[in-house]
């Protein structure tokens, strides 16, 4: 076996790759911005390294990658089964691996108090590729915080010429939640479908209109970019109408500082019972998880949406609105109706498992009609 040095242009999706004694951890928001950041949620999202994956050129039959994953316990909830690289070979999905062990964090949800213990790393090989020479993504768990230690494989490896870049920013269904797998999250399989380098900049629960991700955005190169807002904001009760108005325009200039001409998509939220007509904020149903099960509920007063509270369809509204007024000077900047990609009768026969996150069957509808609706169309 041969040791492949871990550099830049093997990995893609990551803005940035922090070196440690051991590897290196990706990151999918600049160092910048996440000393900007205080909230921990956010910290543990921007490291998991959902859309970020090893890509490379191989005649190899074997392949090994070795990590060091650090895994999420949540008391009182159900155990959550180990992070899945996937591997695609010629963008066909071939096989699945995990590493057990690894570092643990311990979250005890009631208090937000966490704990570390101390893991070793692990290695997940694949074999039987073949000795033609073929294109190899391998795609870290997008759920899992993962530290690249080691990359190996039989024959000499070449990193595969960049395609165009679609740069997208979302909420936790973005991230990846209740998908299958890394490379079957809605985005990734978009991606796939139309053949573009994604970098997928979905943050669970901190899709909320923060400066410095509007930075990351600008700076970061692309040939289409997509924001999907609105169900953090409502879930969180971050703001009121007010303040949510000027502050998706606030994120759209920052974006257009770097980016005056590229396609741009603004993305409504998807269709979400709990939330379309109540304002957040949204909390764990207690009493599903007494019976060991997780789900979601929205604890708000409808009757507050007077007062400027915000439910997924006012979100929806303002968002249609804005860009109907900004792009008379932005022909480059269109609206998408989250409910075209998941909507009411998707609901009905393919409901929310959690009642907030689609099932891995919606991933892959989602998927297809954003491929087919947004990327296919523009050209990427």
Avoid at 32 to 37: G, S, V
Avoid at 357 to 371: E, L, N, S, T, V
Wanted: proline share 8%.
């Amino acid at each position: 076996m041969i040791d492949i040095p871990l550099t830049a242009d093997l990995v893609r999706g990551a803005l940035e790759l922090e070196r440690t004694g051991r590897g290196l951890v990706p990151h999918r928001l600049p160092a910048r911005a996440r000393a900007q950041n205080s909230d921990p949620r956010l910290a543990m999202a921007e490291a998991q390294p959902a859309g970020v994956r090893l890509r490379f050129r191989t005649t190899a039959d074997v392949v090994e990658l070795e990590t060091l994953p650090t895994k999420q316990v949540y008391a009182g909830a159900p155990p959550r089964p180990d992070g899945v690289y996937d591997l695609l070979v010629d963008g066909e999905l071939t096989a699945q691996a995990s590493v057990a062990g690894g570092h643990t964090l311990n979250v005890d949800m009631a208090t937000g108090a966490s704990s570390l213990t101390t893991g070793s790393s692990g290695v997940v090989r694949f074999a039987g590729l073949g000795g033609q020479p073929k294109d190899v993504e391998l795609w870290l768990p997008h759920n899992e915080l993962t530290e690249l230690v080691a990359l190996r494989t039989d024959a000499p490896v070449e990193a595969v010429p960049g395609r165009r870049v679609w740069l997208h920013h979302g909420s936790s269904i973005s991230h990846g939640s209740n998908a299958a797998s890394p490379a079957t999250t809605w985005p990734a399989l978009a991606a796939t479908a139309a053949g573009v380098d994604l970098v997928n900049l979905g943050f669970s629960g901190n899709a909320l209109l923060d400066p410095f991700t509007a930075r990351a955005l600008r700076d970061t190169p692309a040939d289409l970019i997509s924001v999907k807002l609105g169900i953090n904001v409502v879930n969180a009760d971050l703001m009121r109408l007010r303040a949510f108005g000027p502050a998706v325009h606030g994120f759209l200039d920052t974006i257009r500082d770097g980016h005056p001409d590229t396609p741009l998509v603004v993305v409504s939220p998807l269709y979400c019972p709990i939330h379309e007509q109540t304002p957040g904020p949204g909390d764990f149903d207690h009493a599903a998880l007494a019976a060991g099960e997780l789900r979601f509920r929205a604890t708000g007063d409808p009757a507050e949406r007077a007062a400027g509270k915000l439910t997924l369809e006012v979100i929806r509204a303002e968002l249609a609105r804005i860009v109907t007024q900004r792009q008379a000077e932005d022909p480059n900047l269109s609206y998408l109706d989250g409910r075209s990609l998941y909507g009411e009768a998707d609901f009905a026969d393919l409901p929310l498992p959690d009642d907030l996150h689609p099932c891995p069957a919606a991933h892959r509808r989602i998927g297809a009609r954003f491929a087919s609706r947004v990327l296919d169309f523009k050209g990427a």
